[in-house]
């Protein structure tokens, strides 16, 4: 299954959830099953908006992003986290006027059978979209299937705290309740905008990556009188890329030069999936000149 297939899954199963959720919000009089309802509906609007993103990602490179539109899908993501933090406070809001004015609640065995029920959804499509966003590398899955996760464990703590209220007759423990709900989809809002933010910023590959690049130029400079430098890279979305200077004898043909080229971009290629490889031909006793902080002084 495709990432778009996932999203909208995800897509249809927030409507359902929705639907439960509000159902036993409705018949219960609850404030954490409204919060959790309040959530899913925040899921929905995040599931929507990744799918676009992803949409847009896929776009092949044209005369305005010659790179490609990978880093869409990272707007997806701090999209989501700021929906979070906006449904945290309207949580905050609603936890704090129960305190003030607490009500009994009502039906509260359905309202539970329900959000297990939505709860139930919402792991097996996070877990499976968790998996997918990971192979494919992509942050629209992930971060949807993490909001997901986090509805989960929303709904798991809303039980709880309706099974400790049926079982004490205490109602503040609902308020109460959702007070933590709020504060825990709050972590993962900022979560979410800190990842966001961080594949904005051109971020270099990932540690396992970089050793895989190392370890496939250390291969050709044995048998070959060759030298690596100006090793750079950077991730966007599910691309990712490396640029680097590659020295060879002034006494190669350009063709031989090209061949071997052509070879270290095949075996960079085979070793990190979806890698881009830009290698600059030079002789080994010439030096590209490259930007640096002095040069901006």
């Keep these: 299954m495709q990432a778009h297939a996932y999203l909208k899954l995800s897509v249809a199963t927030a409507v359902v959830t929705i639907a439960l959720k509000t159902a036993a919000w409705w018949w219960t009089g609850s404030v954490s099953l409204a919060a959790d309802a309040l959530e899913s509906l925040v899921n929905l609007a995040g599931a929507v908006f990744a799918l676009a993103m992803v949409t847009l990602a896929a776009q092949p490179p044209d005369a305005e992003h010659p790179y490609g539109h990978h880093k869409a899908e990272y707007f997806s993501s701090g999209f989501e986290g700021i929906l979070i933090i906006a449904a945290a406070i309207g949580i905050f809001w609603g936890a704090f006027d129960r305190w003030r004015h607490p009500e009994p609640l009502h039906a509260v065995g359905l309202g539970i059978g329900l959000a297990v029920v939505s709860s139930a959804l919402n792991g097996a499509l996070a877990w499976a979209m968790l998996r997918k966003g990971r192979e494919v590398r992509s942050m629209a899955l992930q971060g949807d299937a993490r909001h997901l996760i986090t509805d989960v464990w929303t709904s798991a703590g809303v039980v709880a705290g309706l099974i400790g209220v049926m079982a004490t007759g205490w109602h503040w423990l609902d308020p109460l309740l959702a007070v933590v709900v709020a504060l825990n989809i709050l972590r993962e809002g900022l979560h979410l905008m800190h990842e966001s933010t961080r594949g904005l910023m051109d971020e270099a590959l990932d540690a396992d990556s970089l050793a895989r690049v190392h370890a496939v130029l250390d291969g050709f400079r044995g048998p070959h009188a060759i030298r690596f430098d ?13 640029d680097l200077h590659m020295h060879m004898p002034a006494s190669w043909t350009l063709g031989r030069a090209a061949a071997l080229r052509g070879e270290v971009e095949e075996e960079l290629m085979r070793a990190v999936p979806g ?19 002095e040069d901006l002084t």
């Design 230 to 242: 100006h090793v750079v890279s950077r991730t966007a979305g599910q691309r990712r890329f490396i």
């Design 275 to 293: 890698l881009r490889a830009s290698i600059q031909l030079l002789p080994t006793d010439v030096e590209a000149h490259t930007m640096d902080e």
